[in-house]
């Protein structure tokens, strides 16, 4: 099993942090616009992408495996890409100096396929919109997005 | 063993960003600007890092395994944290549609520790910075890097 991490520290409270990680609101400002479905444990998160002028290009389904206010949001794909499908996604939060620490992981690739560096690559950017959210009021979520390369 | 890996697009002939890899002058425009010794094979490369007012806080030596031109460059840790030693550097450069792809490994960390989650972050944007220096002429090494956290 193959896993991609990151780490990123945002000067603002915790509480803060685990409000755009666990809310279907938060969730559209930083990651994707189109984000709907029940963000509590048990329920179903549904996060679809369109490019700027509306087309569908695709999209995710996660089921809530864990909630812990403050600490911890863990999510497990359900449909999606085949190489998703049964990985999991973790967000561990917590205090440092002045900072928020956000410990992220994406778990359980069964392959290290191009897909998934392209995929750690652009984690990182949305980690940042996150950031930015949190400390500005601004993210760049999908389909305002940082483009990477050929594949979005 | 863990390993961090990236991919990024870059709308740029192939030679333009094997130069900003391959050259000690290439790598000071996207990386650290302290960037000195020797980029052939069997060559050592000293990463250095500043403060934006001159302090030194840390680098890296890597020693070059491979050079292929216009295709690969392979380096080895050679001295830094501990972390870091021993690990290897890779990009791989092949052409897709328009871009020239870096699919990007930093390869044989002994333990995902937080401060390879801190790396594998870091590494995305200044994997950004290439491509912004070959497809602006502008990148943002350190010390003008993006911040992403407490540990900068």
New interface residues.
């Given amino acids: 099993m193959?896993?991609?991490?990151?780490?990123?520290?945002?000067k603002a409270p915790i509480a803060k942090v685990y409000d755009a990680l666990s809310t279907i609101e938060g969730l559209a400002r930083w990651w994707t616009t189109t984000t709907t479905g029940s963000s509590r444990i048990g329920g179903d998160v549904a996060f679809r992408f369109h490019t700027e002028t509306g087309d569908e290009i695709g999209g995710f389904d996660m089921e809530v495996l864990e909630l812990v206010p403050e600490q911890k949001v863990r999510w497990r794909v359900k449909a999606g890409p085949a190489e998703w499908v049964g990985t999991d996604i973790e967000f561990l939060l917590s205090r440092?100096?002045?900072?928020t620490?956000v410990?992220?992981g994406h778990r359980k690739w069964r392959e290290?396929v191009?897909f998934?560096?392209?995929c750690?690559?652009k984690w990182?950017?949305f980690?940042?919109s996150l950031?930015d959210l949190v400390e500005t009021g601004k993210g760049r979520p999908a389909p305002h997005d940082?483009r990477?390369?050929?594949?979005h």
């Fill in positions: 193959k896993d991609i991490v990151h780490r990123v520290g945002i440092q100096d002045d900072y620490i410990m992220f290290e191009e998934m560096a392209h750690s690559t990182a950017t980690l940042l950031r940082l990477i390369g050929n594949w």
